[in-house]
């Protein structure tokens, strides 16, 4: 099936690009979570506001990706959770948890979906994460999860 991509998808592509995907995956997952619309004639017109959206958000160049991979780098995030006694968290921390954490502790503004958790965050202490700011830049970001 043919998609239009709204929004970035891991593996997938950009917003404003057009892919062609398996069926189900395009019915169950892409399109209920609006990461993606149908491919249609009309909605080529639409490839093209989604493309002049995403440049106005987008970080246009490497060297200005790599400016905000060092500020982001720079940053002590801390994020005050919830957690048992044994030090596991009541729930997880998201990628909009950290992506507000960085913000709070003086960092620039980060969209949540460029965060990247290797795997969900449900325990205290130190954990590294991903901030995928260009294609070719990645930052590192360290996130000490403690008591609140």
Known sequence: MKIILTHEVSGLGAAGE???VKDGYARNYLIPRNFAIRW???????????????KIHEIAT???ANEIKAQLEAVKVRLAVRSGDAGRLFGSVTPADVASAIEAAGGPKIDKRRVELGAPIKTLGAHATSVRLHPEVAAKVNVE???A
């Open 18 to 20: 057009v892919v062609d």
């Open 62 to 64: 490497i060297e200005q």
């Open 145 to 147: 999860v403690v008591s």
């Open 40 to 54: 249609t004639k009309g909605g080529e017109k639409d490839v093209a506001q989604i493309r002049r959206a995403r």
